[in-house]
Structures are given as C-alpha cells and as structure tokens.
C-alpha cells in the first residue's frame, strides 16, 4: 500500500488500487489534494481517527441521465410542487446535515470535521455544488458533490422528510441531462440502483473522465 507524503499532492495510476478499491493512504484534503484526485477519478473515505483513504474502484458505480428511472410517486410529488429546489444557497447546510443524518448500519458518519471544512472550501473555489430541497422555506432534503463539468461527482445526501433527496436528484438530474455525460455515485447503493445506477468498468469511467 502506497503512503502519500502531504507536502506533494500526487497519486499512483488507478490500475494499482487493491481489488476493494482501495489506492493509497496519506496525503492531505487540501484543495489541491482534492482536485487533482477527483480529475483523476479517485475520492477520499476514511472515518474518524484514520489517516486519509484515496479510493479508485473497479468496477464504478454510475448513474447514465438517459437512463434515470422516474417512479410514478416521483413524478406525482414533481407535478404537484410539493418541494422547490435550489442550488449552492446553503452548502454547508446541506453538507452538515448529510455528517448528521443517521443511517442504517452506521454507527457515525464519514464526514468529519476535516472533510466537512475540506469540501466547503472547494465549494468556496465553486467547484463542490449543493442541491437543497426546501418545504415551506424549511431545508428538508438536498446532496452535495464535485463538479468536474461534463461530470458530477455525487458524494451525500440526506432527508428529513420522505422523498425529499429523491425528488431533489430526479429533478437535478433531468435539468442537466444535457449538461454531465455522467453521475458518478461512487460505490453500489440499493437506492441508486432503483434509479437507474449501474456498474461500468474503471477503465470506461476514465474514458468518460478524460474526454
């Protein structure tokens, strides 16, 4: 397992991560530690008290625009207006309540402190977007990512109120079809399968990366 120095932002070739994905460890969540690992397909992930995780791995699990699955109790809730939406009016909101939420199998969050302040100043750089979900002026739901341009990279989200980050992507994701070639989400969720994440190779993510 390679160990990164802090001082020079620098990552192997993602061929080299284990067969879990794992890369390297070390480094730092500087700004430019972050770019140059999202440019080059790799994302941190560690808990708390560990030195920093650089992941890369094979195969990645994305989410197509052409291929968003819309339940009927989506479409429902859009068409209704039961949520409105907004983008980067309240990042360290969205990113705060995403360290907080509880979830299922979790004993705490991967977002700490540290990435928490890391991921606010890329927002600052506007390169980390938020998506909020709002129900009357109240924020019940959003996610937040890197935007690499004709990709997003997809890092959390959370809900307060049912369906609220699942209208929040659906309506994103429609409103950029055109725009990102792809959702990177990373790792398999049961929740993006449903709609419509697949796995595709590394090696076809970093040509959709690269182009």
Partial sequence: MILLPKNRP???????????????????????WLILAYRSGIFPLYEQGEVIHWWAPNPRFVLFPDSLRISHSTKKL?????????????FKGVITNCAQIKRTGQTGSWITGEMLTAYCKL???????????????????????VDLGHIFCGESMFSRVSNAS???????VMNNAAR??????QLHTNYLEQLGGVHIPREEFMKLLNC
């Fill in 10 to 32: 620098g990552f192997p070739d993602v061929s080299g991560a284990s067969d879990c994905g794992l890369l390297a460890l070390g480094g730092d969540l500087s700004p430019e």
């Fill in 78 to 90: 859009l068409d209704r207006g039961v949520f409105t939406f907004s983008e980067n009016r309240n």
């Fill in 166 to 172: 699942k209208c929040g992507f659906t309506q994103f």
């Fill in 180 to 185: 990102y070639k792809v959702i990177d989400c």
């Fill in 123 to 145: 927002h600052d750089l506007g390169l980390a977007k938020s998506v909020e979900v709002w129900q009357n002026e109240q924020l019940v739901g959003g996610f937040y990512g």
